[in-house]
């Protein structure tokens, strides 16, 4: 099965309400499940989206990680699934939905 990673970074602490309603209104995928948690000093958000891509008769996941400290924002994109056949080859679908999510968070700030 085949993944695309990405990760991005941001000084600036954006709201992670006005982050997840952004995914949300932006994104062609459906939230699954959102976990919040406080570790030490760290707030940490769990993002779990899918979307049925027609090109690969399948669903794909896109997990998103958001972690704020004290120096800013990291979020971490996983896209998976999608892979048709023996080869579980999944025709860039799932580069796709994490690339999606990535060009919406660019434009917020992230690089």
């Known amino acids: 099965m085949a993944r695309e990673n990405i990760v991005l970074r941001s000084a600036i ?4 309400d006005s982050l997840v309603a952004l995914l949300d209104s932006e ?12 570790i030490a000093s760290s707030n ?5 989206y899918e979307k ?6 399948s669903y794909v996941s ?3 990680l958001i ?10 994109l996983i ?3 999608g892979g ?10 799932n580069s796709a939905f994490a690339g999606s999510a990535k060009l919406i968070l660019v434009e917020k700030g992230f690089a």
């Open 67 to 76: 972690v704020e400290d004290e120096a800013g924002q990291t979020i971490e």
């Open 79 to 81: 896209g998976s699934g």
């Open 27 to 38: 994104l062609a995928g459906e939230l699954v499940t959102r976990i919040d948690k406080t």
């Open 44 to 48: 940490i958000t769990l993002l779990v």
């Open 62 to 64: 896109l997990t998103i």
């Open 84 to 93: 048709n056949g023996i080869f579980g080859i999944d025709w860039g679908a």
């Open 13 to 16: 602490k954006h709201p992670v």
């Open 52 to 57: 049925f891509y027609m090109r690969v008769s």
